[in-house]
């Protein structure tokens, strides 16, 4: 079945610096690639997502890269803000396993 | 409405005990979703219902039954529950079962005794 790996498992940044959290899937019948965000306390709730028909998506200060070829898929955010901080997870669906198949998780810490 | 909602919020139940937690969504979403969330990890599939039928059982002990009664509402009855099973119970909808956001709802806190 499908594995998703997510690295690192915990990143501190400074504000305004960057983030790069990258994930890597075992499946290539994978072709969803969501990213949720889960603060403390919270549920979690997508902030992003990438079709495999695509290799970038941006939305204001986030961004995601996907390389079919490799298996990798990545989370970019710029500007960082101390909002920013929470875990956040990438996943891999595809219509041949039918279902969701999260990461480990990013905890990411952005210091003022 | 574009929320799943869920009750009870907190849940401390002994092991003899029976319980059932609840979850609703009015989106019209057809897929419908029971995880398991233990502290600092993802969430864990347990269930999948599709069109009100269950799709995916990931190997949950019998312990854990869920119930779709229509296509707005799920349950989870909880019986002679083990303290391992303490845990955020996540429920969540979809469109469909893959390749659509999921949306999650704000869990119920179980603590067994």
């Known amino acids: 079945g499908e594995n998703v790996e997510q690295h690192p498992s915990t990143l501190s940044v400074q504000e305004g610096d960057s983030a790069v959290i990258k994930c890597t899937y075992s499946d290539s019948a994978s072709n969803y690639f969501p990213w949720y965000k889960q603060e403390l306390g919270k549920r979690p709730q997508l902030i992003i997502d990438i079709r495999s028909n695509v290799g970038e998506k941006k939305d204001q200060r986030i961004a995601v890269t996907l390389n079919k070829t490799a298996k990798h898929f990545s989370l970019h955010i710029t500007e960082t803000q101390p909002e920013d901080s929470a875990v956040y997870f990438c996943?891999?669906?595809?219509?041949?396993?039918?279902?969701?198949?999260f990461g480990p998780g990013t905890s990411l810490s952005v210091i003022p | 409405d574009t929320e799943v909602t869920q009750t009870p919020k907190h849940l401390v139940m002994g092991m003899t005990n029976k319980k059932s937690l609840k979850c609703e969504q009015h989106m019209g979403h057809r897929a419908m979703y029971w995880y398991k969330q233990k502290a600092k990890k993802p969430p864990e599939l347990m269930f999948v219902y599709s069109y009100e039928k269950l799709s995916i059982n990931e190997s949950v002990p019998s312990r854990f039954s869920p119930e779709c009664p229509n296509s707005s509402l799920l349950n989870l009855h909880l019986h002679a529950l083990q303290p391992e099973d303490s845990a955020l119970y996540l429920c969540a909808s979809s469109p469909e079962t893959s390749r659509s956001e999921q949306f999650f709802g704000p869990g119920t806190r179980l603590t067994v005794l």
């Open positions: 996943a891999a669906s595809s219509t041949s396993y039918d279902k969701v198949i």
